[in-house]
């Protein structure tokens, strides 16, 4: 093949009326040209395509690709695919059909022919076409090496999550689709039981193969199909297109360059997408490009779910745009091709005008009712080393130097607009109060009914399913961010997810004054007895209350407050912990190995509220005077001595005695201090001149050895207080003792 004076690339933008149809002629400087085929406009473009490709002297279709699946793109390219005498077509690039299959059960007629009718194209295209589903990341390159093509979206998170997410029926509710989320950190550790490992290893390559998607079950239905659209349609999208923003907001969007001798042009063909909200926290200082194919048609361009004409096109700011409309859905807009002309794009469109405003206003929303247009040509560019020429008339053209002299001079300044999360910070506030309202009910109802230690916080699918029932749609299929949300906020505790796929659960954090009341509840025990198991786990006081086995307290606390032990050592603990270090003197025993089954227990700790142990020996033998029959102490202590001698468990704690004194505790109850190693043979200093405290000490001796010695009834409460605190030093005094 003989050499050409210089690469080229031809752009014929082909005249379909309402859609898009573009074909790509790379010529290089040396070499075997190169086609590319995006998309073929609806079921009448399949003609033009056919004398276009035919025209270019196209041999066959390097690369096809399909933005998406609405029919104004994807019934023209089968109907051409279906003909006699087409082109060979080497690699097919489409939307991934299983990512909205899975939620089929949503859409209307409409969007469920788009999938048929693409589903349809890839088993039309011939057997030896490679076909791959491409996400952000895939790339092709000429084989001269001079033109390439980068899809730029969709993000593979945001297929990932139409494919397998559990929450991707919300990315339906709004139009356009949201993807602030996508700009969020989400490290997560692998899991090595995902079932869909190899699914997300083929996102993570930019391509997916049909064959590495697995079978999909369907989205769960946590309402019908009419409460979607219902919801859907009080944030202004119409029913008939329900379920079409998602489909426009992962067009699969290119970036093109074509290496021109020492010069590089880049194009940018976007599709129907109508979101920018993550092209351009991806690419902050804009994509330079020389040309753009105008987003849907010239409909809305957003970020978030702001409007933002200005800011899209001062992002972009092409030197040409391309646009193919006849005035269907009343598109182009007017907005759109003010907002292009406003930051130097030369516009170029399918459709001619018939009629020039000298003077006056102009006021249609379309400009192509405002100018009269008819449609009549294709857009015909020819991009080389030397510049941009075009065939036919621009439209109009923007702040351009050059041939045209610059008439007037216009500086615009757009405020950066705030790339928000999922949903707007209104409405997700409202989502969060509800659910936090509802959370607070239901504890109020728990708390009216008996007590339960085992009552089980909220699942999200129980929330999932309140909010259906209060016809919060939008939050039932966001709930994990709507309650992620609450718990930073510290309105809710949230469970933390362990492994993927893991079942989360919710539930109230307390207010203020129930705070209170978990203050006074734990100052009713004279005396709280706690053990560690973990040797070496912790010497500092603080460290050494969240070291120790909570079980006990956290069962009678839930019993108490309704509120669920699994949310007790994480959240409401500490609070306990930090009211304990003001007002409590925290004491420790140190066990070494071998003083009474190390491998369970190796550090004991009382806490009471006086400054030394002798104050808090005298105060709990007042506090025992008030049980006012000793039978079940005696009981107790004759059993524990007994199971001392001869083994066994422990007995269980007293049921007076419990609201006076917290057992030790450590997956079960374990006998008192005095009762554990030697401390019985250790002399009972804090005892003091308390009358009878040499009979006391002597009967603890001899308890060991015959465990039914007999015991005056007036020495048995200080008998208990002594076991209870025997052995232990005081390492913290209460903050307000000093």
Known sequence: MAKRPEAELKLEMINVG??????????????????ILVDGGPVGGAGPLKTTLGRLGATQIDLAVLSHCDADHIDGLLAYVKQKDVLPIRRYWGPCVPAFRRHDWLFGPRIARGLDQTEALEKALPPLCDISWPVE?????SPDGGLSIKVISPAGRLIERLLVGSDSLSLFLEQPMPVGWLLRDTEEEADIEDLFSDLRFAISTGEIAPDRVPSLPPTARPAPPADFREEAATKG??????????????????????????????FLLTGDLEN???LMARYPMGLACDIVKVPHHGSYSYIDRDLAYDAVWQWMRPRAALVSANGKHKLPRSDFRDAALRYGATLFCTSRRSREIVSGTATEP?????????????????VSEKGIEAEGIACARGNLSGVMPVIEVRQHVVEPSPILSTMAETEIRKHMDWAVGWLRATLKERQARPADGDLMPISLKVMSQAAVAARRVAAATEMESVLER???????????????????SVWIMPHNDEIVE????????????????????????????????????????????????????????????????KTRSICARPLPDGTYRSSEASTLLVLFREIDIEAAFIALVGRLTSLSDTEELRQYISAVAGMRQYGGPPPYWPPALANIVTPLWLEKALPPSGLIGNSYEVPFSFLGQFDGADKVQEWIRLLLQNFSTPLPDTLLRPAMASLILSGFEIIKKPRSSK
């Not at 990341?137 to 390159?141: F, I, L, Q, Y």
Request: with cysteine; charged share 20%; net charge positive.
């Open 137 to 141: 990341g895939a790339s092709w390159t």
């Open 518 to 581: 978990f203050k006074s509840w734990i100052d009713r025990f004279a005396v709280i007895q706690l053990a560690i198991k973990t040797r070496h786990s912790a010497t500092a006081p603080e460290e050494l209350l969240y070291a120790v086995e909570i079980d006990w307290i956290a069962r009678r606390f839930s019993e108490q407050f309704a509120f669920p032990r699994d949310m007790f050592e994480s959240s409401l603990w500490p609070i306990l912990v930090g009211h304990l270090l």
């Open 276 to 278: 920018f909200t993550y």
């Open 18 to 35: 309402h859609g898009d149809a573009l074909v790509l002629h790379w010529l290089p400087k040396a070499g075997k040209p190169s086609t």
């Open 237 to 266: 999208v119409e029913p008939e297109f329900f379920g079409n923003s998602v489909l426009n907001d992962t067009s699969i969007v290119l970036l093109v360059q074509a290496r021109l001798g020492v010069q590089t042009r880049r």
């Open 486 to 504: 609450a718990a930073r906020s510290g309105k809710v505790w949230l469970s933390p997810r362990r492994y993927r796929g893991d079942e989360r």
């Open 366 to 382: 379309c400009c192509q009712v405002q100018y009269a247009c008819n449609s009549q040509a294709p857009v015909s560019l020819s």
